[in-house]
């Protein structure tokens, strides 16, 4: 029986806010266990939560960003359960009244485009981290992260596949990272995901039983750990099994999800609105206000790219896969006023170049002003598309202008038809056999006369001069 | 008289006029509690030491000619307010060894006030009772009447200023814990309005009703002691940004052409009979003001006692998780595993009447029955303060017995909660509605144990509870008595 | 005033006893057990008398004093040293606080 998955997720992203959500403690990561803590982030007795404004600001970003309605109030909730990272006893998160609801973003699929719904966005408070000793039946507490801003976004069970629930994911952080409102990394734990995962059969309205995934921690540990849970599920029903509903722990080092059998809780979380905080009322006028503060989304980019500087979409996709490449990118082309040319040269040697060195472009030695006067230079003639190609490495290296690179190098292309016959007439003068051959017909060697011609002008030969001598002089008696 | 025996205005005259250091006003109260202490035990810690080394400082400060609001004056803090690097309990095994690295910020107001601590004060353990016998560091007893218990959960801060072991205190109020106390020892008590006085250190109970206010000799005291503690704090999101008038201001206006609401409901068999006698000449006194009493009801209040006991546990039993062995506090040694600390530590930890209202509140939130028991309380509640708010259309302030009965025997209400319950009936719906509320001596039983009466008005309107309550005890003209202690 | 004991059914068995001691990890003897079911069941008939009241179309009351929108500057404080953050830890190793052992 062919089995169709229902997959829905549940991301939680940490805000790029300088300090906690309910306290004034720096967020920086890597600090000194236990240093970036106070009495009201440790939950020491008698301490009480203010909430950060920008919390609320960045979360209604995300959900503006991901058409959600915004809830006119919303309030904080208690989810209370006992465990050591959780130094309240409780977390602090929203419940019956989150800020937003009903949204959803659009993923672009081979079959072309799918629309995943969003059930919900809500602010929380991270967890502390528990380091467990590996040699003595001990876990160590730190604190520092308990109390960091995370929102948390609850996808519709919309996703049939490893593929699109990969590229809803990847959507989600796409736009969290245009936002600045999240740095994206997983491997710190800055944006998680867990997995609710069922099979049902292809056809049938109903869902099956699920299971939840947890400890994916990169995008292709995401792919691995649904692809492996949906093979599994596929096994047990088609020998005639039961899915059992639990919570399943991806294992990369082997592979597979493992079961928590029980050492789950059945969990009774108590939720009650907290009464150390106030409602969140959201007029208009604050709604309006984020909307105008937020950017061009990468989506709505893409297609603009596409359209007005009419390239491919591929190119389109890349080039706005970060918003300060974007930038770069535009820069260019507006400098130049060439942005074909400007997104082959940074698609190619640019991206390629920052690859190598696993650089970010915000860190790339080429200026826009520099890359854009370069093609200028092409453009006039001044220099050659493969002096250029030598022009922009040193460009790279040293951080220089194409101006600069040429004098250095005495790079300036040969225009001067005078000079350039001179050393026409030189090659011709030098190769008798190949121009007998060429003029008996075997046109090929033409390459050859070119390639003589640039090697005795050390490629500073404009080529198509070149190209218009040669033609005029093997011509000649 | 001796010193301890003066309140905070006249000991600032004293003061004023160069004749008397803070260092013999701290010493006078010093040696009184060394004197009763042993019979009453108000306090779980002293901080004597630093008591006198505060008391040099504002004699100095008095020499150059500063002048604080509390330069110099002794008082005394319910151990439930953190003091940094002092020993803060709350009561409790579980906090038995804590020092708070903060001072709650009612604490830093009074020490910019000038005020010098005498120690903190016992309490019933997380201010969970009525009588002040749940404390893990032993009972304090009744300065009128040392078989009986002082009221609660405030008891020592009550106790200590009717016994002068300082000259005022701080309590904290959730069901009528600082105005029930301050009848039961025959000294004025005042619970603020819900977000007038800052939570921040205080440790919660319950978040919503919770409040700190003074304990004073007197009403005028009562004014000195709010004008220091009241105001906005933004480090709580609940505390409320409303100007504060100068309480001081209300004292001796009078009351003439008030109305005061008498509610029915408050006046129901069950009361004591000397307390019901009491409250008659109350209204007597009250009319003889040139105030006019009238009747009202409040509707709701039979149910107030019901509501509070499912939403005050509800939030003790969330506000009281943190304690579990890993940050602070009691933990036992030689636990198996985590859970097992976890039980361990809370079990041992934690004294009955805690527990028993962890798990009240507990049940009440878990699934399946928050609807039934929280929800449906939180709407009673709505319809309790709807109550006070069409009452106040009616009258200028209510006046009601503070406790159905004097101070009853140790142990007598030990081994039936919903007996101790009780005891908090006519002071619970004020927290419910955020309301303010004082309790000022209204006289004696026949037995010699101290009566309060209440007075309650609107949200922010201690200059008013002042302002009738001042009146009150000038024209009440109640005998001057002393606990013979 | 006064207190209707009502002894018809109870309103929590032991068994539910056990299940919130466990939820709020509390333990307790067979005879507290016993004490605390019959007390918790006397508070809970008693608050039964809730249901006596129309609460149709109230909203619950979540705060005394109706407040909204309070916040705070995102900007950064200093943290508590170290040594006072674990100062009062019932057992801390180097900078952390140590627990039995967490199975995950």
Redesign the interface.
């Known amino acids: 029986m062919p089995y169709e998955p229902v997959i829905g997720l549940e991301v939680h992203a940490q805000l790029l806010t300088e300090t906690k959500i309910f306290c004034s403690c720096s967020t920086q990561f890597g600090a000194e266990p236990n240093s970036h803590t106070c009495p009201v982030c440790m939950g020491m007795p008698g301490v009480l939560p203010v909430l950060n404004r920008k919390v609320v600001e960045y979360t209604m970003k995300m959900a503006l960003a991901t058409h959600c309605r915004i809830n006119e109030a919303c309030n904080f909730a208690r989810k209370n359960y006992f465990y050591p990272d959780l130094p309240k006893g409780y977390q602090i998160s929203q419940y019956a009244q989150p800020l937003s609801e009903h949204g959803y973003v659009d993923i672009e699929l081979d079959g072309g485009k799918k629309r995943i719904g969003i059930t919900r966005i809500h602010m929380e408070e991270d967890a502390g981290k528990l380091l467990h000793d590996e040699h003595l039946p001990s876990s160590y507490v730190d604190l520092n992260r308990t109390g960091v801003p995370l929102i948390e976004i609850v996808s519709e069970p919309d996703m049939r596949s490893t593929d699109e629930a990969v590229a809803y994911l990847k959507r989600l952080h796409e736009i969290l990272v245009y936002l600045e409102i999240c740095d994206g990394n997983m491997e710190e734990g800055s944006f998680r995901c867990d997995a609710n995962v069922s099979l049902r059969p292809r056809g049938e309205m109903m869902f099956g039983t699920r299971t939840e995934l947890k400890n994916m921690n990169s995008f292709r540990n995401v792919q691995r750990a649904l692809d492996y849970e949906i093979k599994r599920q596929q096994y047990i029903l088609e020998s005639g099994q039961d899915v059992i509903q639990e919570t399943r722990l991806w294992d990369d080092s082997k592979g597979e999800t493992q079961s928590m059998r029980g050492k789950e809780e059945a969990h009774d979380y108590r939720y009650f609105p907290d009464p150390d905080l106030v409602p969140i009322v959201i007029d208009n006028a604050w709604t309006e206000e984020m909307k105008k503060s937020l950017p061009e989304l990468p989506l709505e980019k893409r297609e603009r790219f596409i359209r007005d500087y009419q390239i491919p979409p591929y190119d389109a996709g890349v080039l706005t896969s970060s918003r300060a490449l974007a930038g770069y990118f535009e820069e260019v082309a507006r400098l130049s006023g060439k942005p074909k040319i400007a997104s082959n040269w940074v698609m190619g040697d640019v991206l390629r170049f920052l690859n190598e060195e696993k650089r970010d472009i915000k860190e790339c030695p080429v200026l826009p002003g520099s890359l854009a006067e370069m093609i200028q230079l092409i453009e006039d003639g001044t220099i050659s598309g493969k002096m250029a190609k030598d022009i922009i490495v040193e460009m790279y290296r040293t951080g220089k202008s194409p101006q600069a690179v040429i004098e250095e190098k005495g790079m300036i292309q040969i225009t001067d038809e005078g000079t350039l016959e001179k050393t026409v007439a030189e090659v011709i003068a030098a190769n008798p056999t190949q121009l007998a051959q060429y003029r008996g017909g075997k046109e090929k060697l033409f390459g050859y006369f070119v390639g003589q011609v640039m090697k005795a002008t050390q490629g500073k030969a404009n080529p198509q001069l070149i190209n218009e001598l040669l033609k005029e002089m093997l011509a000649k008696e | 008289m001796e010193l301890h025996q003066l309140t905070i205005h006249e000991l600032q005259k004293l003061i004023r006029s160069q004749g008397i250091a803070s260092s013999d006003i701290v010493k006078s109260v010093f040696s009184r509690i060394d004197a009763v202490e042993g019979n009453v035990h108000a306090y779980i810690t002293l901080m004597k030491e630093y008591a006198f080394a505060e008391a040099a400082k504002a004699d100095k400060d008095v020499k150059e000619g500063i002048l604080k609001p509390l330069t110099g004056i002794p008082i005394a803090l319910k151990d439930i307010l953190c003091t940094k690097g002092f020993l803060t309990t709350c009561g409790s095994h579980i906090l038995h060894n804590y020092v708070p690295p903060y001072d709650a910020t009612v604490v830093q107001k009074l020490r910019e006030a000038g005020a010098v601590f005498t120690g903190k004060t016992n309490m019933d353990e997380f201010a969970m009772g009525s009588s002040t016998e749940t404390s893990y560091f032993g009972i304090t007893r009744n300065p009128w009447d040392l078989e009986r218990i002082p009221g609660g959960s405030s008891g020592g801060s009550a106790a200590a200023v009717a016994a002068d072991e300082c000259i005022a205190s701080i309590g904290s109020d959730t069901g009528g814990s600082i105005r029930q106390p301050a009848a039961l020892c025959g000294v004025v008590g005042m619970k603020p309005t819900y977000g007038r006085v800052s939570r921040f250190g205080l440790i919660a109970f319950a978040s919503s009703l919770d409040q700190i206010g003074p304990f004073t000799k007197d009403v005028e005291d009562c004014a000195i002691m709010m004008n220091a503690i009241a105001g906005y704090d933004p480090r709580e999101s609940t505390s409320v940004p409303l100007n504060v008038p100068d309480y001081t201001e209300f004292i001796s206006r009078g009351i003439g052409g008030w109305k005061v609401g008498i509610p029915k409901e408050y006046f129901i068999e069950g009361i004591h009979p000397d307390i019901e006698k009491a409250m008659q000449r109350a209204i007597t006194t009250v009319e003889g003001l040139g105030a006019t009493c009238v009747e009202i009801s409040l509707p709701h209040t039979e149910y107030c006692l019901a509501v509070y006991y499912i939403i005050a546990p509800a939030e003790a039993s969330s506000n009281l998780a943190r304690y579990d062995g890993v940050k602070y506090g009691f933990r036992p040694q030689g636990s198996i595993d985590l859970l097992d600390m976890y039980k361990k530590t809370r079990s041992a930890g934690f004294g009955a009447e805690v527990k028993r209202r962890i798990m009240i509140g507990t049940y009440a939130l878990s699934s399946g029955y928050y609807d039934a028991y929280y929800k449906k309380a939180s709407q009673v509640r709505a319809l309790i303060k709807r109550d006070f708010t069409e009452a106040f259309t009616l009258c200028d302030a209510i006046l009601t017995p503070t406790s159905p009965t004097p101070a009853f025997k140790i142990g007598e209400k030990m081994d039936d909660p919903l007996q101790m319950y009780l005891s908090d009936i006519f002071t619970i719906s004020t927290n419910l509605a955020g309301i303010p509320g004082i309790s000022v001596p209204c006289g004696f039983t026949k037995d010699g144990l101290p009566i309060g009466a209440q007075f309650l008005a609107g949200h922010f309107e201690e200059g008013k509870l002042i302002q009738i309550a001042s009146a009150f005890e000038k024209y009440a003209n109640i005998e001057k008595r002393r606990p013979a202690l | 005033?006064?207190?209707e004991?009502q002894d018809t059914g109870l309103k929590?068995t032991k068994e539910?006893?056990e299940?919130?001691?466990h939820?709020?990890?509390?333990?307790?003897s067979e005879a507290e057990k016993s004490k605390?079911t019959s007390?918790?069941n006397?508070?809970?008939m008693?608050?039964e008398?809730?249901?006596?009241?129309d609460?149709t179309n109230?909203?619950?009351?979540?705060?005394?004093?109706a407040?909204?929108?309070?916040?705070?500057?995102?900007?950064?404080?200093d943290?508590?040293s170290?040594d006072?953050?674990?100062?009062?830890?019932?057992?801390a190793?180097?900078?952390?606080?140590?627990?039995?052992?967490?199975?995950?």
Do not use: C
């Not at chain 3, 407040?67 to 404080?77: A, I």
């Open positions: 005033m006064g207190i004991k929590i539910e006893v299940y919130v001691a939820l709020a990890r509390l333990d307790f605390f007390q918790l006397d508070i809970l008693y608050v008398k809730l249901n006596q009241v609460t109230v909203e619950p009351m979540s705060h005394a004093i407040l909204q929108n309070v916040f705070r500057d995102d900007s950064v404080h943290s508590l170290h006072l953050s674990l100062s009062n830890a019932p057992e190793r180097g900078p952390f606080f140590r627990v039995p052992k967490v199975i995950e």
